[in-house]
């Protein structure tokens, strides 16, 4: 989860702002998009690019083969369904299917987010 900072918006006014992901390019990126998007006097582009360093996956997260707990996780491309999942697997039967490419996955994980399989509602935990 992202943490927020405290700053100033265009008008000099209290704002807060989320902390980007350390060692993520894409929040390295969109971090200078909100910077520019300030100067420049766009408070869209602004808010655009705090939506976005909030949003956007960054990789899996690991559990110890002994550590209890889940995060819930998308499979392929229906982000409706979330699925219980630990380390890029998700805990019930659905199927995963396999992608050519590493920059393809097709379980992505969405801590915000609130699990609604019925197979993994049942599952302990």
Not at 47 to 59: D, F, M, T
Not at 102 to 125: D, F, I, N, Y
């Amino acid at each position: 989860m992202n943490e927020l900072i405290e700053g100033r918006d265009m008008a000099g006014q209290r704002d807060v702002y989320p902390v980007p992901t350390d060692g993520c390019d894409v929040c390295a990126a969109l971090v200078e998009q909100r910077r520019l998007a300030s100067v420049a006097g766009d408070s869209i582009g602004v808010k655009v690019a705090n939506r976005e360093i909030v949003s956007h996956p960054h990789g899996f997260t690991t559990f110890a083969e002994d550590e209890p707990g889940y995060v819930p996780v998308t499979i392929g491309d229906n982000v409706m369904n979330l699925h219980k999942g630990r380390n890029a697997k998700p805990l019930c039967d659905v199927e995963v299917p396999p992608y050519s490419t590493k920059e393809q996955h097709s379980v992505t994980e969405w801590p915000h987010r609130h699990v609604t399989c019925p197979a993994c509602l049942a599952l302990p935990g």
